[in-house]
Structure formats: C-alpha cells, structure tokens
Nanobody, 125 residues
C-alpha cells in the first residue's frame, strides 16, 4: 500500500510562509494524483491542492495565488509552499493520494485512497 509521511507544519504569524513536504512510498505518479487536504476539527474536509500527471495542478479557491504545489518525481516527494498565510488557513494538513481517473478539480472532492498522519499548521493573527 501507498504510505505518505508529511512534515513541515508549525506556528506562523499571519502573512508568513510555511512549506509542507510529503514523502510517498510504494507510490507512482503514473497511477495516482497526489495533493493535500485540510481539516479543522468539527468541520468538513477541504481540498487544498492536487497535482497529477494527467492534468497538472489544481488549487482550491481559498488558496489560489498563495499556495504552490510541486513534486520531485525522483524522490517521490510532493511539497506545498504556503505564502501569505491567514488565520483561516489554520488546520491539520494531510498529504493524500487518489487513483488517476478524473481531473484534480473533481478528485479533490473524493475521499482519498491513501492519506498520511497530518501536520498541524497554526496561523496567528
């Protein structure tokens, strides 16, 4: 099975930046889309960003223009550069993988096939 290990969360002031990384094992970019979703306890999951070999990158409306997703195929790593952070970005961020089939815009709405343990991002005002 695919295993995902995320890191890079922490506490940052509003307007600051953080970079999340996720190392994927037993994973192939030819078989899966990979990306991030976030969740605040008691609220619904929110798709943040997705990248796939079929249709490139996609971002949720709330992070578009501030977050950038990238991959290092040789290292099976996906990263999320988060700039201009806002208090409402505070959440647990999960690295996730979905089987290829739909565009990332649709994929982010589905339950992921695999996800990691999550990393907490806290943005103070």
């Amino acid at each position: 099975d695919v295993q995902l290990q995320a890191s890079g969360g922490g506490l940052v002031q509003a307007g600051g930046s953080l970079r999340l990384s996720c190392v994927a094992s037993e994973f192939s970019f030819d078989r899966y889309a990979i990306g991030w979703f976030r969740q605040v306890p008691g609220k619904e999951r929110e798709g943040v960003s997705c990248i796939s070999s079929e249709d490139g990158q996609y971002y949720g409306d709330s992070v578009k223009g501030r977050f950038t997703i990238s991959t290092d195929v040789a290292r099976n790593t996906v990263s999320l550069q988060m700039n201009s952070l806002k208090p409402e970005d505070t959440a647990i961020y999960y690295c996730a993988a979905w089987g290829l089939g739909d565009s990332c815009m649709i994929t982010l709405k589905y339950d992921p096939d695999y996800w990691g343990q999550g990393t907490l991002v806290t943005v103070s005002s």
